[in-house]
């Protein structure tokens, strides 16, 4: 079975409590396969815990235990992260030239979906989950599977 490709905004709620982290942990908790994340969102996820702290949301205290829960789990396999070559930056650049002006695809964005689609067509990763509702309606037009762990239910398993 092939696995998952989480985003940062997907794969923060399984560190702090949000609207759609139940989605995320269910995924998480009863996938058979990989959970694969970028080398972008190691470094986005943690920038996520200090915005949290800069809002007031969580104590810096708080956002040092997130993060180090969060590296453990990487450290543990809980992930599998796979880095961010020049064929995404090269993809992502023509993501960007389709859906910027007419979706509003941001670069970021972009290089994490150029992770998502190349590991979709290569048969590694089932699905893109993602808060992000540009990176929704993107992934659709380029036709990857996608769950908005916000708006949409965990799909049941297979019959």
């Known amino acids: 079975m092939a696995g998952h490709f989480l985003d940062s905004s997907a794969l923060a709620k399984l560190y702090h409590a949000e609207v759609g982290s139940a989605v995320v942990e269910e995924l998480v908790l009863r996938s ?4 694969l994340i970028s080398r ?7 920038s996520a815990f200090s915005g949290k702290v800069r809002s007031g949301v969580i104590s810096a205290g708080d956002a040092a235990g997130l993060r180090r829960r969060f ?11 796979v880095a961010v070559t ?8 023509e993501l960007v030239e389709r859906h910027g002006a007419s979706l509003g695809l941001r ?3 972009s290089l994490q979906l ?3 689609l190349s590991l979709h067509r290569g048969g590694v990763s089932e699905t893109l989950v993602t808060a992000d509702k540009v990176l929704c309606k ?3 037009v380029e036709g990857i599977p996608f769950t908005d762990p916000e708006s949409a239910a965990l799909p049941g398993p297979a019959s």
């Open 86 to 93: 020049r064929d995404h930056y090269d993809q992502a650049g």
């Open 71 to 81: 590296l453990e789990d990487i450290a543990n396999g809980v992930f599998r992260v």
């Open 138 to 140: 993107v992934a659709g």
């Open 107 to 109: 670069t970021l964005d």
């Open 40 to 46: 972008r969102s190691v470094v986005e996820v943690q």
């Open 114 to 116: 150029a992770v998502a």
């Open 32 to 35: 058979a396969a990989s959970i």
